[in-house]
């Protein structure tokens, strides 16, 4: 990459139909852009139905403008792996062929060094019986596909929903990540109550919950994985007793699902790369928005101003600016 610019970089993974490959890491912090497109074969400017013969070399692909600062490269490896069958040589899920392999495409040194240490890592951890075995390779040119595959899960909601639903993709996932031993390895690093709001979802008290009053400046961040969720100069007393933000930091980092538990009606929160239960979302919150986000306490862990550099967050002291 060149110096000048090094505030933005590209990632490029093959995983697969690429329609699926966009949304897990659209509209995340520090992702500028995904685009879907072809790549890793011996012709020029290939469409989808030159690829689709297995003549071209090209695999399905999508390539990433990011940030490093706030989505580093690690963290696109992880998300890479959790979408794939890293296993699988002769494509992904009902799509076979070579144009549906999976591969990692280093853009640099340094990406190749973090590709190779992270797919050494996964293969280490035994989550997987069978051999790793997606290719690292250089990257080359890339051809952006045709409009009509761009963000495809938007632009053919109902479409994309049914052909990701029948490929098997999703029932892969849940399979191999977030299974029963990723559980009892969460259990034993999270105190019970944690545990059971994040992965039952379940409420803690009003009242009795050990940030409902802190009036300290500070992140409060995903006590799963670190992701920094909510910020000081957002929380408000609601009197519910339980911490309230009128906003996140990142509303890419935030999920909103349909709750209808309990004879209810409502909106839970949920954090979008760790899946954790956060709490729910009301509309009596304070002018303009009037949102709400009312969180529970132990799915967030609070980080004093003064600890931010120290802890990895140092990006975001310019947001307390009372005492900068």
Not at 91 to 119: C, M, P, W
Not at 173 to 188: C, F, G, I, P, V
Not at 280 to 298: C, K, T, V
Request: proline content about 5%.
């Amino acid at each position: 990459m060149k110096d000048a610019d090094q505030s933005k970089q590209l990632a490029t993974f093959a995983g697969g139909c690429f329609w699926c490959m966009v949304k897990p890491f659209d509209e995340l912090p520090g992702i500028v852009s995904v685009v879907s497109g072809y790549t890793g074969g011996r012709t020029e400017n290939p469409t989808y139905e030159d690829v689709g013969t297995e003549t071209t070399g090209h695999a399905e692909a999508v390539q990433i403008t990011f940030q490093p600062e706030l989505f580093p490269y690690e963290r696109l490896l992880e998300l890479f792996w959790q979408q794939i069958d890293p296993t699988d040589p002769g494509g992904q899920f009902h799509d076979r062929g070579h144009s549906y392999r999976t591969a990692i495409f280093v853009h640099n040194e340094e990406q190749r060094l973090k590709a190779e240490a992270s797919k050494r890592a996964l293969q280490d951890s035994g989550r997987f019986k069978r051999p790793i075995v997606t290719e690292i390779v250089p990257a080359g040119l890339f051809y952006p596909a045709e409009d009509y595959h761009q963000n495809y899960y938007k632009t053919h909601r109902r479409e994309y929903n049914l052909y990701r639903e029948g490929s098997g993709r999703d029932d892969y996932a849940r399979r191999n990540w977030n299974n029963r031993k990723d559980k009892e390895q969460l259990r034993r690093r999270l105190t019970e109550l944690q545990y059971r709001v994040t992965q039952n979802n379940e409420t803690e008290p009003a009242f009795q919950n050990e940030y409902w009053n802190n009036d300290r400046e500070g992140l409060y961040v995903d006590v799963v994985n670190g992701d920094p969720l909510f910020s000081s100069e957002d929380k408000f007393d609601s009197g519910t007793g339980w911490p309230s933000f009128s906003k996140p930091l990142d509303e890419g980092l935030i999920r909103k699902e349909a709750d209808l538990s309990d004879g209810q009606v409502r909106t839970a929160l949920r954090a979008r790369l760790s899946k954790s239960h956060l709490g729910h979302l009301f509309h009596d919150g304070p002018e303009p928005s009037l949102l709400h986000f009312r969180i529970n306490s132990a799915s967030i862990r609070f980080i004093p101003m003064e600890d931010l550099e120290r802890e990895g967050y140092g990006r975001y002291s310019m947001l307390f600016s009372r005492r900068n």
